[in-house]
C-alpha cells in the first residue's frame, strides 16, 4: 500500500488545454507585407507573474520562467514575416523600433493553488495561465501604433492517474506563448506598409 | 505516551506551518489595473528618469495598482517592477510621480530586493539543514524571514532615500520632492512594500526628518 501510495503522488501533475485567444489573426493569417523596411530593431522584455504579483527568484520560480522563455518564439516568428525578417536584436540605433512585451500571468485562487501544492496535489485545482503581448512601434521617439494579443489556457493540478487521464497534453502554455507572440506580430506586419509609407511621408 | 506525545506535536507543528503558509498566501497582494489610463504617463516619466540612472537601457515596468487592503501606494516588487496606487496616479503633480518612480528605480539600481533574496535564501538553507539535525529547526525560517527584511529595510531605505534625491538633483528638481512625496504618503495612510516588508505611518517619520535636514 505504502508503494502505491507513493506511486500516487509521485504522478501527480498539471494537465493543460488551450481555452481562448484574442484577436486570432492566426486562424486565418492576412496576406503577407510586402513591404521590407531597413532599419528594425526588436527589443523583448518578458515578465512572469503568479496571481497578478512578480514572481521572486527561487529555484521553483526559475524553473518555470525558463520554460517561459520566449526569445525563441519571438525569433521564430519573425522569420516568417517580411517586415520582420531582418530586423536586429536590441540595436537602439535603428530608425524603427519593435518592443516586444510578455506578460506570462496566472489567474485563480491562491488559496487553492496553495493548498494543492501542500498536500502534494491530493486537493486538486485549477487556474488559468494567461499570455499577453503588447508590442509598440516606434519611429524615432515617436509612438506610431501599439498591437495586442492574449493567449489563455487551463491548467488542471490533480492525480493523473486518478482523474483524467487523457487531460494531459504536452507543450500546452509554450504553444499559448508562441501562437499569441505570432497573433501580435501578424499584426505589426498587415500595418508595415501604413507604418513605412507614415513616416517616409513625413520624412519626404 | 512518549510516542503519542511526540506525534501530536509533530502534526501541531506540521498544522501550524500550513496555517502560516496558507495565511501568507491569501494576504492582500498588488493587483495591477491592465491598461489603466495613466500607465502612458508614468511609462513617460519612466523614460525620462531612465536615462540619468547608471543603466539607461533597463527596462522598468511601471503600473498602476488597485488600492489593496493594506492601501500601498508605492510598490517595489521583484523583475523591475513599480507599482503606483491608483489614486496617486491621478495626481495632477507630475513632480510627485517623478519622485515615486525614481525611487522605486533607486531601489533596482541599489539591488535590495536582490540583496534580501540573497540573505533569505542563505537563512532557509541554514534552516533546512539544522532542522536534518535539531526537530523542528527547520519552522524558524518562518519567524526570522520578517525580522530579516525589518532589519535590512531599515538601511536600504535609506540608501535609497539618498539615491532618489540623487536622481532627482541630477533630473533638475530640488530633491524635495521625494520629501514631499513622502509626507503624501505619511499623511494619507498609504503604505510602501518593498518586496514583502511594508512600511507605514511612524515607520516614515526617521526618514522625513532626515530628509528635512538634507534638503534644508
Redo the contacts between chains.
Sequence with gaps: MRWLALLLVASCGCAYHPVSHTPNLIASPPPASAVSPSGVGI?L?P???Q????????IEKWWSKRQGRFVSHVQERCQSLPSLRQARWND?SAPYQVVIEVTQDMRGS??R???TD?TKYLIPSKDEGIT?VAVRVYHGKSLLKTYEAEGIYETRRHLLFLLLPMGWRKGVPSQVANDTIYDALLQVDRDAAEWSAQTSGSNG | MAERRVSVSRGLSVLSA?GL??AA??SA????I?KQPQETRLEAVRDRLAPITSEP?A?Y?VRVCEPSKQNVGLAV???R?IYIAQPIAELPDDKMLTALVAHGIAHHRLHHL?QR?GVL?LQNVVFKVGGNFVPGLGYGKYATEPLSEVAMGSWQEMAADAKTVEYLKEFGYTGKEWLDALVYLQEHGYAERV?QLVMRGNDFTGRIAKLKKETQ
Design positions: 527589443s522584455y515578465r512572469y507573474l496571481f497578478h504579483e512578480p514572481l521572486g527568484p527561487s537602439p491562491s488559496f493553488y496553495k493548498l501542500f499577453r | 500550513a503558509l496558507l498566501g491569501c497582494g498588488i493587483r495591477e491592465y537601457d527596462h515596468w516588487l521583484f523583475q517592477h536582490g533574496s535564501t518586496s
